[in-house]
């Protein structure tokens, strides 16, 4: 089924641009079945064949299916696991590792090329601890993201903490370290540098001026070393350091060094709800080398990136009102190495729809692919979801697949043989503050908990 990629839709107006494109064809490789209830695609990862793994969850968030589809986009094999998965990446030259929770424990999926699973393990304590990303760390090893709330101090917080555990390729915990804040925390992300560390990001209140600033929220980031040990933490506010709010929602590995940072921004806007898409590349010194805030006419968020050979494609969604109601359209913003905007344009989508991209990444050597979701409200007020994958086959030619991070980071890595160090721990506290609260759920203090792992 072919689509279209227009500048100027129903109710959308062009974004401001260097160079802009009238028409980008796209063509639906994948799409969820209604009978199979409201479903969503929440990941997609490139595999050695030029195929893709897609991770599509399920109405109630119980389940998640592994799909895997060919190069000519074909569902090949579909395995399914208990719980919501959120982030998938290759971990090894024939492995994929998938983060997300099931109940109230982080969990780790192990993935094989052929898109099979080969375990899934439970992490945590005796509360409340969510998995938000998967990255690849040394030897075949993977880094597990998580907000925890089980592994704190006493405190007068309502609070969460960034939880990062290194997972061997059987499941078991080589070390794990717990990162506090004196404010609240959420949505860990995080990427892999060339010599296996690690940078976490997280989302957190900031300050201005050394004053708390009500309801404005900043990206507070980590680099740890492979054996967990810290090598710098640092904090990024917006723009010129404008009043508002940050919110990082993919990570990336940047061309030159470090890492790029994808979300939103509303910095300087006068309504605090009018975010716009946001960029940033911080060094692997944690400095920030840039950052770029995208004003388009319309609300807009990034929520996935992936490198193109001279710079980044952004993915996320536009927000507009239609007819009293808010709806939303799937936006791709192309930029260069540093950060300058190329193009920008918007999906049509039918009226009065919320839809949004939830991941962009390669099929073959130069066919972008985007993963998202669509929602829309029947007659009789019911909202149903349905999710999709579709190629983007009209970009400006010359955009072409820069090497993932497993391509570009991993062997040199390897090769090198940076990483070997392992150092085994039992969630090490280490202070970055103090103690957090996610936006997602409510945690409340809890006092020193047991790690614990499930088979």
Known sequence: MLLCVCLLTAGFSPAAAQETVDEVAVSTLYETDSIDGNQQVRDIVRTDGGGLIALVVTEDGRETLIRKLDSSGDVVGTESVDGRLESITRVDTDAYAAAGARGEVAILTRINEEGGIDWTERYGGEERDVGFDAVSAPHGDTYLLASSQSFQNDTTYNSSDLWVVRVDDEGEVRWDRLIAHEEWTAFPQGERLADGSLVATIQTNRSVSGDEADGQTGVSAVRLAPDGDIEWRTRSSGVDDSPG???????????????????????????????????????????????????????????????????????????????????????????????????????????????????????????????????????????????????????????????????????????????????????????????????????????????????
């Open 245 to 455: 709010s940050q919110r990082v929602l993919d990570v990336v590995p940047a061309h030159d060094d470090g890492v790029l940072l994808a979300g939103g921004s509303n910095s300087s806007a006068s309504d605090d709800d009018e975010f716009n898409m946001w960029a940033a590349r911080l060094a692997a010194d944690g400095e920030v080398a840039w950052q770029r805030q995208y004003d388009d006419v319309f609300k807009a968020a990034g929520t996935s990136a992936v490198r193109t050979d001279d710079g980044y494609m952004l993915a996320g969604a536009a927000f507009d009102q239609q007819r009293g109601q808010e709806v939303s359209a799937t936006q791709i913003k192309q930029i260069d190495r540093d950060g300058d905007e190329q193009y920008s344009a918007v999906m049509e989508r039918s009226e009065r729809t919320r839809e949004r991209a939830n991941a962009v990444n390669w099929l073959g050597e130069d066919q972008l692919v985007v993963g998202g979701t669509t929602a829309r409200q029947n007659e009789g007020g019911e909202i149903s979801a349905e999710g999709w994958i579709r190629e983007v086959t009209g970009i400006q030619a010359g955009i072409e697949r820069s090497p993932s991070t497993w391509e570009s980071q991993h062997s040199e890595a390897e090769e090198a043989g940076e990483g070997f160090t392992i150092e085994e721990s039992s969630a090490d506290l280490m202070l970055l503050g103090a103690t957090a609260v996610s936006v997602l759920l409510l945690f409340v203090p809890y006092g020193w908990r047991r790690l614990r792992r499930w088979r």
